[in-house]
């Protein structure tokens, strides 16, 4: 047995190749360790040095949104660390219904920079048989409630006739139908033409233009504005031809007595009701 056994000679030199052989791997180990270390203390010192206080949060883009007000919800403030998570300082931002999209960074060594782009409103739509009133904009999605004491109304068309089942079952279809609103009203912009103060689109898709003074209603029937589908630019431009045709055959006294103007399908009819004596 003791014949087998290797000399002690060759179990020296055995161990010593072993040793040499795992010296990269254990050094590669160690400095792994030291860097981790060094990484550790790196991030430690970056997080709570007063090197990176915040001194500045800047805020750009605003117009409708209250900067004072905005301040006041961040979850971060002058003196907090730069380094901080920004992803609930983004989500703040962005929760305030004006705010389109924003963007948060960084300026090293002392500042939070807030890029914000708001929404612009471009018509009132009523929701629902309560009345709520709510800001939409180019694209038809409403995205705050309005509040018409502030002036947040003003100079916009009322866009009526939308249920709020219709809009909650499709949002998209239900934008599609304000975006339709809208290019009706800016499409009969005209000094010639009464001003419009609501567009009313019922379930079929027919809208009614109301007037402000005199109070007229104007059928424009089951037809949507140029750019919608089913609806060509000459089949709309039609119909405003002929109500400008029969607006201009009227006497000043006629169209303030008319109630409603009904524009048929065919280009050269139309129907004026007038009120009674």
């Given at each position: 047995m003791w014949s087998r056994l290797p000399k002690s000679g060759a179990i020296a030199d055995?161990?010593?190749?072993?040793?040499?052989?795992?010296?990269?791997?254990?050094?590669?180990v160690a400095a792994l360790g030291v860097l981790g270390s060094g990484g550790w203390a790196?991030?430690?010192w970056l997080t709570t040095s007063p090197r990176f206080a915040?001194?500045?949060?800047?805020i750009q883009g605003t117009h409708h949104v209250a900067q004072g007000d905005l301040r006041a919800r961040l979850p971060i403030h002058a003196g907090d660390n730069v380094f901080a998570d920004l992803a609930d300082l983004t989500r703040t931002v962005r929760a305030n219904p004006?705010?389109?999209?924003?963007?948060?960074?960084?300026?090293?060594?002392?500042?939070?920079?807030?890029?914000?782009?708001?929404?612009?409103?471009?018509?009132?739509v009523e929701l629902g048989e309560l009345g709520e009133l709510y800001l939409a904009d180019a694209s038809g999605h409403p995205f705050k409630r309005a509040e018409l004491p502030a002036g947040e109304g003003e100079g916009l068309p009322i866009i009526t006739g939308i249920e709020r089942p219709a809009y909650a079952a499709n949002p998209e279809a239900?934008?599609?139908?304000?975006?339709?609103?809208i290019a009706a009203w800016a499409s009969w912009q005209a000094p010639?033409?009464?001003?419009?103060?609501?567009?009313?689109?019922?379930?079929?898709?027919?809208?009614?233009?109301?007037?402000?003074?005199?109070?007229?209603?104007?059928?424009?029937?089951?037809i949507?504005?140029?750019?919608?589908?089913?609806a060509p630019a000459s089949a709309f431009g039609a119909?405003?031809?002929?109500?400008?045709?029969?607006?201009?055959?009227?006497?000043?006294?006629?169209?303030?007595?008319?109630r409603s103007i009904h524009l048929d399908a065919r280009p050269d009819h139309v129907t004026v009701a007038f009120a009674k004596d």
């Open positions: 055995a161990c010593g190749r072993a040793l040499r052989r795992s010296l990269p791997a254990v050094a590669a790196s991030y430690r915040i001194t500045a949060i800047t004006w705010v389109a999209t924003a963007e948060v960074h960084r300026i090293l060594p002392h500042t939070i920079a807030i890029e914000i782009r708001e929404h612009t409103a471009a018509a009132i239900a934008a599609a139908t304000v975006r339709a609103a010639a033409r009464p001003a419009i103060g609501e567009v009313h689109v019922d379930p079929h898709g027919a809208m009614t233009l109301h007037t402000y003074d005199p109070v007229i209603a104007i059928q424009l029937g089951a949507g504005p140029p750019g919608e589908p089913g119909r405003l031809h002929t109500f400008d045709a029969a607006w201009a055959g009227l006497s000043d006294a006629e169209r303030a007595r008319a």
